[in-house]
């Protein structure tokens, strides 16, 4: 019983590391700012949403947010989109 639940502990997490094709289109999408500061900035940037595997524009403030965040559609899409 044990190894049985082992065995499938082992699938689901080997699925979810394929899951994704780059762990950062997994961080929250359009994320602007650190929730304190907000920067003056309108930075036209696209951002990866993993609920409907799509790139959807959004206006980077210019600073904080994460690693989801691109200068263009098509950079998005090819890192991304699967």
């Known amino acids: 019983m044990k190894f049985t639940a082992l065995i499938c ?3 689901v997490l080997f699925g979810m590391s394929l899951a994704l ?3 950062l289109c997994g ?3 359009a994320a602007d700012g650190n ?3 907000k920067c003056a900035a309108a ?3 696209w951002s990866y949403h ?7 524009e959004f206006l980077y403030g210019g600073c904080g947010g994460n690693d989801n965040r691109f200068g263009n559609l098509a950079d998005c899409e ?3 989109k699967e």
């Open 9 to 11: 502990l082992l699938c």
């Open 21 to 23: 094709k780059d762990e």
């Open 27 to 29: 961080q929250q999408p």
């Open 35 to 37: 929730g304190v500061l």
């Open 43 to 45: 930075f036209p940037s």
């Open 50 to 56: 993993v609920s409907d595997n799509s790139c959807k």
């Open 78 to 80: 090819t890192k991304c």
